[in-house]
């Protein structure tokens, strides 16, 4: 079970005052189970809509693993993710009862629709240019990344010389593609870019 203080980022906003005394780990719709990976676990958490913080509202339940890599369950571990799961919806249909309109009111209806055909080729846009950008300034890059102190002084730097966010730039360089800087690609991106500015 999750051992973790109160929720972030769109899971439900902390307040809702409960009807008797209650541990606040059984508020919490987060539960992780151990899988057939050494050292990986299945993390399942609840959400107010499909995409977090945007999307469509209501009660979800996102799995992701603790690793980022696929996950894969031996098959006397499937009564855990069960339960996990069951254990999750349980208590983000509870919190959504209380909390999930208003939250979906403030946050989650103000946000654009990631599933809107113009975000998503916003975003695709966005995602290639950055990637291109990198490419442009790949010295540049390398030698921030290398001579930082920090994770956080590197993405501070490199966001002001690539002109892009923060989150863009860690987002983009977490699982940066080195293949996409061969000149094929690069060909085959800056065409992309030209058909999506259309």
């Known amino acids: 079970m999750h051992d973790g203080p109160a929720l972030t980022r769109g899971r439900y906003r902390p ?9 606040p780990r059984d ?17 399942c958490e609840g959400w107010f809509a499909s995409h977090a913080d945007s999307g469509t509202p209501g009660p979800h ?18 009564p855990a993710l069960v339960t996990a799961l069951t254990t999750v919806a349980e208590r ?9 309109e208003q939250y979906a009111a403030d ?29 442009d300034n790949l010295a540049d890059v390398m030698r921030l990344l290398v001579e930082a ?5 590197a993405l501070v730097d490199i966001a002001a010389l690539l002109d892009v966010d923060e989150v863009d730039v860690m987002v983009g360089l ?8 061969t000149r094929p690609a690069t060909e085959r991106r800056l065409g992309l870019l030209a058909e999506l500015e259309e």
């Open 15 to 23: 307040g809702m005052p409960p009807a008797e005394p209650i541990d």
């Open 27 to 43: 508020l919490d719709p987060v539960v992780a189970v151990e899988t057939g990976r050494r050292g990986q676990q299945l993390v």
């Open 61 to 78: 339940v996102h799995l992701r693993t603790s690793d980022g890599e696929t996950p894969v369950l031996r098959t006397d571990q499937l």
């Open 92 to 100: 983000i249909e509870r919190l959504w009862e209380t909390d999930g």
């Open 107 to 135: 946050v989650v209806l103000r946000s654009r629709d990631p599933q809107d055909p113009r975000v998503i080729r916003q975003r695709r846009r966005e995602r290639l240019s950055l990637v291109q950008a990198v490419r």
């Open 149 to 153: 102190s920090s994770t956080d002084e």
């Open 174 to 181: 977490a699982r940066f593609d080195l293949l996409a800087l």
